[in-house]
Every structure is written in structure tokens, then in C-alpha cells.
């Protein structure tokens, strides 16, 4: 064991804090992380996860502002309006539209079978090329007898 040796006693005691530390199993860190999650705001989950509700507003395309100032509008583009029973919110919601997935799945197939069709092709292409090959391999054996 040499003084930079990754097994030592002291490699396997820095070892076991840093574990934990990551683990949270260190007093000071458990008590951070405690505190830490007392103060996230209750009011910061949207009303539409812990209560009933109901769709005010169909799915629909978000247009260039509200892009720009909903923030639910930027995982699809689209979003529905949405009102809670119990809290009387109403918020804004992420959805699909069921014409944007099937134009991407449409989309999804025509280039499946434009990529399907050139791989044939090339398929036959060599095929040609070795069956020529093949042939004239076996040309030449016959020349030469």
C-alpha cells in the first residue's frame, strides 16, 4: 500500500463520510433536508393533481403569447383549461392534441417506409452485385479446367 493507495484506512473512512453525506444519513444533513421541505409551498401543486375537476376548455393550440407566458404550453404546445371543484381555481393544463399525434404517427410511418424501401433496394442492389460475383467466380473455375 503506497501513500496514494485507493484502499487504505483513510480512503475507506472518507469512503463511509461521503457516503453518508450522499445518503443523508449525516445529523446536520438530515436536519437541512427537514427544513427544506417544511418550507415548499403547498400551493405550488396544481389544483388538478389532489382534487376533482373539470375541462372548461378543450385541448387547443397555444398561441404565440401564451407560449410565452403560460408555462404549461411548453412540453406539447397545447393546453386546456381546467377547473377545480373543491378550490374553484381555474388553471391551465399541458395536453395532447389528437390531431398532432396523429399527424406525428402518420409522419412516424412514412418515413418507416421511404427507409424500408431504400434498405430494399439496396438489398437487391448487392444481391446483384454478388450474385455477380459469384458468377463469375464460377466462370472462371470452368475456364480453367
Do not use: N
Not at 54 to 64: D, F, N, P, W, Y
Amino acid at each position: 500500500m503506497g501513500p496514494r493507495d485507493p484502499t487504505g484506512p483513510r480512503c475507506y473512512a472518507l469512503y463511509a463520510v461521503l457516503g453518508a453525506l450522499a445518503c443523508g444519513l449525516w445529523p446536520a444533513a438530515m436536519a437541512a433536508s427537514d427544513e427544506r421541505r417544511s418550507a415548499s409551498p403547498v400551493a405550488a401543486t396544481p389544483c388538478w393533481r389532489v382534487e376533482d375537476f373539470v375541462v372548461a376548455q378543450e385541448c387547443t393550440r397555444c398561441s404565440s403569447f401564451q407560449a410565452k407566458t403560460i408555462a404549461e404550453c411548453s412540453p406539447t404546445g397545447f393546453i386546456e383549461k381546467i377547473s377545480c371543484a373543491t378550490s374553484k381555481r381555474d388553471e391551465f393544463k399541458s395536453c395532447r392534441s389528437a390531431v398532432m399525434e396523429a399527424h406525428v404517427f402518420w409522419r412516424f410511418v412514412g418515413t418507416m417506409m421511404c427507409v424500408a424501401t431504400i434498405f430494399a433496394v439496396l438489398v437487391v442492389c448487392r444481391q446483384r452485385v454478388l450474385d455477380r460475383k459469384a458468377l463469375e467466380k464460377v466462370r472462371k473455375q470452368i475456364e480453367s479446367i
